[in-house]
């Protein structure tokens, strides 16, 4: 399976209360040792011409010049000089996707939050719009964004919102987690169903697949460690089941050590490595 990083998209030395800079090079290592057959692709910095296709480009230049904050509240450089890459992964994983059909994976984190012409809880750049935008210029019709983030993509939200853009099919886990607080069956019920619907009227789905639903997650608390594998595996198989090719890209995930962090994406990676269509997956789901 093909995952798509480059050094330059971790911010070493960062001590933020997110782990999500420092994470790509961490979970990377930890999928080397799943002993998957994983090939890791180079890509391009997205510019400031595609960042601004999605984002107020006084936004975009306030940010990368280091005038206005960033998602994380602060304009440290470190965190100014992964940003293209961060996306560029993103937007690289997704094109793959559509076209090969391959799950490809993005190991980075941060999208949701950041909007037209504001970032925030540690999101600068919408990276999951931006995967959708620059998906749909190379020719699919529609796109669907599968964000099960903890937190609502109210980023998201705004910049489909601010742009008119009708051909997305956003659906974020933030709006159902009184559901799966109160009702997880009912919730999973409701998930597969709702993925079924979004596989049947897509061409592509970008997965944003948090870690910070999980029960042991101090922003967060509504899944247990099987239902979030079954999670990954509805998300998945729906996909599968109707030829859709799937980007990935992680989000979230604040337990302390990061390595029950790690543990989550690690299992999101053997699921969609067990169903993708195209990779090294083997043939059994
Ligand atoms: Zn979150």
């Given amino acids: 399976m093909k995952v798509f990083y480059r050094e330059e998209q971790s911010a070493v030395g960062t001590s933020y209360f997110s782990p999500s800079p420092r994470k790509p090079a961490l979970a990377v290592e930890s999928w080397r040792k799943l002993g998957h057959q994983i090939q890791i692709v180079s890509f391009d910095p997205v510019t400031r011409d595609q960042l601004k296709q999605v984002h107020d480009p006084d936004y975009v230049d306030g940010v990368l010049d280091g005038r206005l904050n960033n998602g994380f509240g602060d304009q440290d450089p470190r965190i100014i000089k992964v940003l293209p890459y961060v996306s560029g992964s993103m937007v690289a994983a997704t094109l793959n996707a559509y076209r090969t059909g391959e799950t490809s994976i993005s190991p980075t984190s941060g999208a949701n939050h950041a909007g037209f012409g504001f970032g925030g ?34 980023g998201t939200d705004n ?72 999670r990954d595996r509805i998300l998945f198989a729906a996909a599968a089941d109707r030829n859709v090719p799937v980007a990935v890209s992680l989000a979230g995930g604040y337990q302390d050590p990061i390595d029950r962090v790690l543990e989550i994406h690690d299992n999101m990676f053997k699921m969609a490595w067990m169903h993708d269509p195209v990779g090294n997956g083997p043939d059994e789901r």
């Fill in 121 to 154: 809880g540690f999101c600068t750049f919408n990276f999951l719009a931006l995967a959708a935008w620059e998906t749909h210029q190379a020719g699919v019709k529609r796109v669907g964004i599968a964000d099960c983030d903890m937190h609502r993509g109210n």
């Fill in 159 to 230: 910049i489909t919102q601010t742009l008119g853009w009708d051909w997305v099919d956003h659906y974020s886990f933030g709006s159902d987690i009184t559901l799966a607080r109160t009702d997880v069956a009912q919730w999973k019920d409701s998930f597969t169903k709702r993925m079924e619907e979004m596989a049947a009227g897509v061409d592509i789905i970008i997965y944003n697949a948090g870690a910070d639903p999980h029960i042991g997650d101090p922003l967060g608390g509504v899944l247990s460690t099987e239902d979030m594998e079954h």
